[in-house]
T-cell receptor, first 113, second 111 residues
Framework: ETGVTQSPTHLIKTRGQQVTLRCSSQ?????VSWYQQALGQGPQFIFQ???????GRGNFPPRFSGLQFPNYSSELNVNALELDDSALYLC????????????FGPGTRLLVL | RKEVEQDPGPFNVPEGATVAFNCTYS??????FFWYRQDCRKEPKLLMS???SGNEDGRFTAQLNRASQYISLLIRDSKLSDSATYLC????????????FGPGTSLSVIP
């Protein structure tokens, strides 16, 4: 086990709703990266948080936002959910921003109806 | 065109077979390369980094060809436990370290 935990494991929402996903990083890690993995695709980078600040963002609209807390845990918030937001959301923790060695959590499966 | 592309698969091979996966990347500024493994309904896990000189880890061999922008993974003597999706990953620095995953290639090793 990597020591990276995510909650909840599964979630069902309807279009237009908002969702918050949570990630606890591995002990000693100060960076959390979030990814969206659609069925049959590789993970796509959403954004990264380092020392409580956003440090890099992929091609995702502003309704995807995040936070990192002083204990380096993180939240991913998605507003105005769309059907295409249905995916596995993965967080990965690392020490430093290079993502050379990052450890993924088990993910949250989000279904938007 | 996607920045990282892989053989679409799926690959179905018998136990003991040798199988090779190919990956191409389009951005010549890419700096680091990796292979990840993802079991069904699980998170990705780092399998190995890929170095310019090529590297081997037991039954797994990774090769990098920067001129052709091509990465490969060779698995020898396939085991049932090798069944998984193999993700090619490329990293380059923009204003941050940008990590791009390929779509993955599915492998099923059959008894």
């Amino acid at each position: 086990e990597t020591g990276v935990t995510q909650s909840p494991t599964h979630l069902i929402k309807t279009r237009g709703q908002q969702v918050t996903l949570r990630c606890s990083s591995q002990s000693g890690h100060n960076t959390v990266s979030w990814y969206q993995q659609a069925l049959g695709q590789g993970p796509q980078f959403i954004f990264q948080y380092y020392r409580e600040e956003e440090n890099g963002r992929g091609n995702f609209p502003p309704r995807f936002s995040g936070l990192q807390f002083p204990n380096y845990s993180s939240e991913l918030n998605v507003n105005a959910l769309e059907l295409d937001d249905s995916a596995l959301y993965l967080c990965a923790s690392s020490f430093g921003t290079s993502q050379e060695t990052q450890y993924f959590g088990p993910g949250t499966r989000l279904l938007v109806l | 065109r996607k920045e990282v592309e892989q053989d679409p698969g799926p690959f179905n091979v018998p136990e003991g077979a040798t199988v090779a996966f190919n990956c191409t990347y389009s951005n010549s500024a890419s700096q680091s390369f990796f292979w990840y493994r993802q079991d069904c309904r699980k998170e990705p896990k780092l399998l190995m980094s890929v170095y310019s000189s090529g590297n081997e880890d037991g039954r797994f061999t990774a090769q990098l060809n920067r001129a052709s922008q091509y990465i490969s993974l060779l698995i020898r003597d396939s085991k049932l436990s090798d069944s998984a999706t193999y993700l090619c990953v490329v990293k380059r620095f923009t204003s941050y370290d940008k990590v791009i995953f390929g779509p993955g290639t599915s492998l099923s090793v059959i008894p």
